[in-house]
């Protein structure tokens, strides 16, 4: 799993009829350091994330695994919200802080 912030939707009107209902997120993957790297993926959103939240990432074959339909062409899922990430004792991000 890899480690991404939520920074929009991506809406598609014409698409493969498995993926119809399926809500997609625009990602940016986060490095060790908590700096957003110049790295963007589309994926599908399990959990109900939101635009500026942390979330876990699953990608590959184990994103489709996830889908309630296996035929679903899907090579990324998000699959948690992060409340916090804590590195060495140090804390990197906290959904609480982000808000106040």
Known sequence: MQIAVVRGT???T???PEMTGVKLLLLQFIDESGQPL???EVAADRVGAGTGE???VSR???ARFLATDESRPLDATVVGIIDTV???NRLLYSKKEQYL
């Open 10 to 12: 991506v809406v598609s």
């Open 14 to 16: 014409h698409k493969l």
């Open 38 to 40: 110049p790295k963007y």
């Open 54 to 56: 942390w979330v876990l």
């Open 60 to 62: 590959g074959s184990a």
């Open 86 to 88: 804590t590195v060495e």
